[in-house]
């Protein structure tokens, strides 16, 4: 997993935070053929609350969440896909994964 897009807001929507960033997941079949065999790129947001005491900065997650909320992030089928993944399970990941993150 690495991040890519990422887009940084202070002091914004009630919150001191806000962190929006592309989540790209890569399965990979095994370490030595490095073959992908399910990647996809995932919208997420962080939100949080921070502040500092003696030169410490604490920071306080609010959310992190999938932003599958908007309209331009949805999506049926993940980027590269050798799993033959349907739509139904495509959805019930998103879903899972939506659900870890809370």
Do not use: W
Not at 31 to 47: A, I
Not at 50 to 78: C, E, R, W
Request: hydrophobic share 30%; glycine share 4%; proline share 2%.
């Amino acid at each position: 997993m690495r991040p890519k897009n990422i887009d940084v807001k202070f002091g914004q929507f009630d919150t001191d935070i806000i962190i929006s960033y592309t989540l790209c997941i890569d399965f990979k079949e095994d370490k030595e053929h490095n073959k992908s065999v399910f990647y996809d790129e995932l919208k997420m947001v962080t939100t949080g609350m921070m502040k500092t005491q003696n030169d410490i900065m604490v920071f306080n997650v609010i959310s992190h969440k999938l932003d599958i909320g908007n309209k331009y992030a949805q999506t049926s089928y993940p980027v590269r896909d050798t799993l033959k993944t349907t739509e139904n399970e495509y959805r019930e990941f998103l879903s899972t994964f939506g659900y870890s993150l809370n």
